[in-house]
């Protein structure tokens, strides 16, 4: 109720779920992580939700997430995961973002996020896009520090308030080559015959 009520999660309960190593769950095995299976996720999610609806879907999509991380370049996901054990991110994948290559490299990238699960607590985000001039016109994601978005609580809801699922807004913002993925999310691209989460293309 308190969570509801202040609509967002509560710090101790992301500090306990810290303390478990959930959120290492699909961190790669080099950096430490557990590779665990997809079952495995599910149980994790239901046993939280049973407690908090809220928590348990903040929970599955913080671990969640760090597997996206795996689309993204060798280089990338060692630069992270030397830096901290898991990225806690909030993950968007309506390709609402417009990115333009600069000359130097890199993009600039803007535009408006909405219901970003796990922003409240998040350290950074992956925001999904299309950059500009791409012939093939493909979805990528744009991992970014989230000090490097804005904020807005648009999170009036009736139920699951405590997700404190607020929008995210980008303007301009430089995103180097390393932080753009280099396949497509493959709930995405996978095809009508296609598992979820199973295809990458």
């Known amino acids: 109720p308190e969570a509801e009520a202040q609509r967002r999660p509560l710090d101790h309960v992301i500090e306990a779920l810290k303390a ?7 961190v790669p095995v080099r950096h430490g992580g557990y590779e665990i299976d997809f079952p495995t996720y599910v149980d994790i999610g239901l046993v939280v939700a049973k407690a908090d609806p809220s928590m348990g879907w903040i929970t599955t999509f913080y671990m969640e997430h760090n597997w996206l991380l795996t689309l993204f370049a060798d280089e990338l996901q060692d630069e992270v995961f030397r830096a901290q054990p898991y990225v806690l991110a909030p993950g968007s994948v309506n390709p609402t973002g ?22 409240c607590h998040a350290d950074w985000v992956l925001l ?11 979805t990528r994601q744009f991992l970014l520090p989230v000090d490097d978005v804005e904020v807005k609580d648009t999170w009036h809801v009736d139920g699951m ?10 303007t301009d913002v ?6 753009v ?3 497509i999310p493959p709930f995405l691209a996978a095809g009508p015959d296609a598992g979820f989460l199973l295809r990458i293309p």
Do not use: C, M, N
Not at 20 to 26: E, K, N, Y
Not at 128 to 133: A, C, M, T, V
Not at 161 to 170: F, Q
């Open 181 to 183: 993925s280099l396949a």
């Open 174 to 179: 430089v995103v180097p080559e390393r932080r």
């Open 20 to 26: 478990t190593g959930v959120f290492r769950s699909f």
């Open 98 to 119: 417009r990115a333009v290559a600069q000359p130097d490299g890199g993009y600039r990238l803007t535009g408006h996020w909405q219901f970003g699960t796990g922003i």
């Open 128 to 138: 999904s896009g299309k950059i500009e001039g791409d012939e093939r016109a493909v």
């Open 161 to 170: 308030s405590a997700t404190g699922s607020r929008d995210i807004l980008a």
